[in-house]
């Protein structure tokens, strides 16, 4: 057996994809450099090449396979002299991020953050019967956009990549197609100088997307977002409106280093003016960009890369708008309260599962609009279980969760059996080695220990 | 005097800078040389009026900052008059629209919008156009399609040329209007600007109004280019120098950059060379430059004297000039009784128009 050619990595959140066509088949001769397959990732179709030269031995996975896990072996290949030649150790790795080297695949502290889990209750004011879709996260702000667009003359997209290159996460994915480029724009890299234009053509009566790459970037156009969309209304005494969507992914995500690894949402929810959103689940995610395109308020809307690719059940309803600063109670409990946001959800719902098989009766809420914040729904289920862990994936200082624990022991301090505890990521810039990384990012086994802490257990 | 990029003024330093790329400009369409505007004695009346209105109105702004009606930061437009006349009567209200940064009174003025209500709002005033709630730097018409009124220097190039994507997306026929100082053409959103306006052909008139002292900086001293009108030249926009003490030369210029704009060649950028009297704000004693020189400049360059020699060689009496003075008195004096004696506004104002909805 010569070289095994692996399933690449070609991103770094990705974990599967679809081997979408061989460009060569078993006996070829190839070289370095040569196509060998077509791999679609879930955010673009990408040509895998070759590294070594040698002859295409076997192929073990069929064109069209969907969900091949990274790292799997796709195919086999005779490396240079022949069939029996041994492979060379460094060369063995067809993708340079696939493990054939090394014994033991460093793992991100991401991989366990994006959690699948649902709410296990329905939203009370769907009614009976209503039809679900599954649908990725990602299609959901598409199907969003997509909507009211249709709806809405004035509303217009505008970021790098996503015209042409259908979004650099694919999340403006067909929106060329259907609205042109009037009003599918693509920027040039210059995110205060568009951030400002979206800001503008706002105040002009137009109602702008403005998607940035990651929220990393908008810090270069925070100025707009805070001095021009934030407070102009107020200054002008309410004459002049800014009905503006700045949106794009927000958070970890996996082992891109400190400078695109941050969540800003305590960072807007700081700001008079601006209302901030940042929903977990894919209907959230559908129904409150409708919502935020609608509002005549500028609105900050933070999604989240690793979640991008999760399916979740979206309601098969006609106009799906859901309100904006209104919480959800995803699980209900009568013990403790687990109170997240965002990607936090889904842990907060696995640590809700294990606490279960410990006889602890968890409640988790979903925050999804952090401002204004939904301190009433908190308030009335810390009542019910008198004691409450805020989780949050970002840093602990000035955080929503010391908003939270501020709000509880001013307005629910009878209410408390226990202290408020807050689980957090660590409070250093997040760490690119995989081992240090997941130790600064919050997993469920945290919320689970802060949890039983809480009840005394 | 309009002294446009093409052809390039013949200096060593231009030849000097870009000898290979003279032959690529001057393939590229220019707008022509402008030419001072022709204005009838009645337009020349009502620049005088508008004019005299602003230095009035600013004189007394400069009164009520004194006795401490006015707090905070306030900066004055004097000198600069026929800046904002001059371009502004060109304009097609309600069409057109008008960005500006904080230095904001006289084009609020120039648009004809009430002083009383910019005085009131001068002084934190219910009445006040923002009620109040915005102050010297923050004031707005939506009504009049004047966007501000911007505190962040630059900020309002950027939203201007946001102003001037609308215009485009809605095909309204509007041309937007961005002013800034020679302080702001250093910041980089600027050119961000620049670059996305020439690129998708936006109907914006980028105006540089060059007052010599970005606070207490003068042009030489914070710009490696100095002339600033060719600052857009990189981004292919072109430039125009105007004398901007001369409202005929302004309005003149105005007219070509309209042209320019409406046939749909994308942005073009005005250096309105142009003099502050008084300091940066309230508070800048303005020891960067010579009692000589501000002295030298209203003597020989006073922007309303100018209109006064055109409107005397239009055959208009002194008597005459003399009455627009004191009807201009006398509504600056009202404007003033009504920002000193309306009310502040009602408490409750302090959480109104934080959010437009409700959620």
Redesign the interface.
Known sequence: MGIEIKMPALSPTMEEGTLAKWLVKEGDEVKSGDILAEIETDKATMEFEAVDEGQIGKILIAEGSEGVKVGTVIATMAGEGGEEAPAPAPKAAEAPKADAEAPKKAESGTSKLASEARATVQDPDLPEGTEFVKTTVREALRDAMAEEMRKDERV?VMGEEVAEYQGAYKVTQGLLDEFGD?RVID??I?E???????????????RPVIEFMTFNFAMQAI??II??AAK??????????CPIVFRGPNGAASRVGAQHSQNYGPWYAAV??L?VIAPYDAADAKGLLKAAIR???PVVFLENELLYGRSFDVPKVDDYVL???KARIMRPGKDVTLVSYSIGVGLALDAAATLAEEGIDAEVIDLR?LR?LDTATVLESLKKTNRLVVVEEGWPTCSIASEIAAVVMEQGFDDLDAPVLRVTNEDVPLPYAANLEKLALIDAARVVAAAKKVCYK | MAKPTTPRAASAKAKAAAPAAAGADHNRPRPETPTDYKASKEELLEFYRQMVLIRRFEEKAGQLYGLGFIGGFCHLYIGQEAVAVGIQSALVPGKDSVITGYRDHGHMLAYGIDPKVIMAELTGREAGISRGKGGSMHMFSVEHKFFGGHGIVGAQVSLGAGLGFAHKYNGDGGVCVAYFGDGAANQGQVYESFNMAELWKLPIIFVIENNQYAMGTSVNRASSEDQLYRRGESFRIPGIQVDGMDVLAVRGATEEALKWVQEGNGPILLEMKTYRYRGHSMSDPAKYRSREEVQAMRDKSDPIEGVKKYLLEAGVSEDDIKLIDQDIRKVVAEAADFAETSPEPELAELYTDVLVEQY
């Open positions: 217009f009037k920027t040039p210059t205060y100088g568009f951030a400002g234009i979206g800001a503008g053509a706002a105040m002009g009566g137009l100025d707009h001095n021009s102009t209304n107020y200054m002008s005494g309410g004459q002049m409106r008079p003016g209302i509002s005549t308020d309100p904006i600063g609009t204004p």
